[in-house]
């Protein structure tokens, strides 16, 4: 069973970038065809997918936030991280990362608060 580990600062200012990384035991980040995702919930809202990086290094991310994210990796750490930047309070939120490995299964971090404020 894979398992995900999200790790960062739980506060940052605004204007400011967020670094968070999660590292996957159980699993290489380069098995063919999973596909590595960090997913955010605003409070009170629903699930908002990031973006993602897939096994083979290929980076994907969601058009209303493409101008501020980057996903990147490190594979002899087996890990992934995400980059956001300008945050605003509306940044707020639960940060999760997620491995999707086949329609009927994926696996989640326990998720990290990120709260954006002065």
């Known amino acids: 069973q894979v398992q995900l580990q999200e790790s960062g600062p739980g506060l940052v200012k605004p204007s400011q970038m967020l670094s968070l990384t999660c590292t996957v035991s159980g699993g290489s980040i380069t098995t063919s065809y999973y596909a590595w995702s960090w997913i955010r919930q605003p409070p009170g809202k629903g699930l908002e997918w990031m973006g993602a990086?897939?096994?083979?290094?290929?980076?994907y991310y969601s058009p209303s936030l493409k101008s501020r994210t980057s996903i990147s990796r490190d594979t002899s750490k087996n890990q992934f991280s995400l980059q956001l930047s300008s945050l605003t309070p509306e940044d707020t939120a639960v940060y999760y990362c997620?491995?999707?490995?086949?329609?009927?299964?994926?696996?989640w971090g326990q998720g990290t608060q990120v709260t954006v404020s002065s």
């Open positions: 990086i897939a096994y083979d290094g290929s980076t």
């Open positions: 997620n491995v999707w490995i086949t329609p009927h299964e994926s696996y």
